[in-house]
T-cell receptor, first 109, second 113 residues
Framework: EDQVTQSPEALRLQEGESSSLNCSYT??????LFWYRQDPGKGPEFLFT???AGEEKEKERLKATLTKKESFLHITAPKPEDSATYLC??????????FGAGTILRVKS | DAGVTQSPTHLIKTRGQQVTLRCSPI?????VSWYQQVLGQGPQFIFQ???????GRGNFPDRFSARQFPNYSSELNVNALLLGDSALYLC????????????FGEGSRLTVL
């Protein structure tokens, strides 16, 4: 059964304090691993897609990496506006993604 | 361009009632999917529709049904509501090029009393 586990559940950082979020997964044949950002009361917003081990994607202060068993979302010098829930998901087929429970990130100024 | 739009944004129902949620995808997107998100959890897949045909169904009871119209908009119906159906219902659309890159609406918050 496809499964995604994210850690930590919650993370508090000071502005400028870099850190990483973890997403470990078990899937029968990885079709794609996705990172989304979700603000309170909103729908998730697509950030990155990773398809193969060793792949990396960057966007502003965020960098996503992928190994055969896990993915990391690195946040460099975060700002308060980076506060959100970050969701990781694996694609089973088509639009069917299996999501983790998310990491709630709070960045204080 | 408009993103994915959903209606209503909030609704309150009582146990046993029925509810219909509506979704309009991004222009040009033929695929629509529905997800349920319970507080503190990640979204859980309910249905995918592509050009009016069901392409996938998650582990939800038959009380949940959906359909897609010729203009690619979609409806999700839930019958015989239970307290446990209280959740944020998310609609997402995607292009043919990247089926996993979902564009979500802001959701319909359903409360069942």
């Amino acid at each position: 059964e496809d499964q995604v586990t994210q850690s930590p559940e919650a993370l508090r950082l000071q502005e400028g304090e870099s850190s990483s979020l973890n997403c470990s997964y078990t899937v029968s044949g990885l079709r794609g691993l996705f990172w989304y950002r979700q603000d309170p009361g909103k729908g998730p917003e697509f950030l990155f897609t990773l398809y193969s081990a060793g792949e990396e994607k960057e966007k502003e202060r965020l960098k996503a990496t992928l190994t055969k068993k896990e993915s990391f979302l690195h946040i460099t010098a975060p700002k308060p506006e980076d506060s959100a829930t970050y969701l990781c998901a694996v694609q089973v087929y088509g639009n069917k993604l299996v999501f983790g429970a998310g990491t709630i990130l709070r960045v204080k100024s | 361009d408009a993103g994915v739009t959903q209606s209503p944004t909030h609704l309150i129902k009582t146990r046993g009632q029925q509810v219909t949620l509506r979704c309009s995808p991004i222009s040009g997107h033929k695929s629509v999917s529905w997800y349920q998100q319970v507080l503190g959890q990640g979204p859980q897949f309910i249905f995918q529709y592509y050009e009016k045909e069901e392409r996938g169904r998650g582990n939800f009871p038959d009380r949940f049904s959906a359909r897609q119209f010729p203009n690619y908009s979609s409806e999700l119906n839930v019958n015989a509501l239970l307290l446990g159906d209280s959740a944020l219902y998310l609609c997402a659309s995607s292009s043919d090029r990247a089926a996993g890159e979902l564009f979500f609406g802001e959701g319909s918050r359903l409360t069942v009393l």
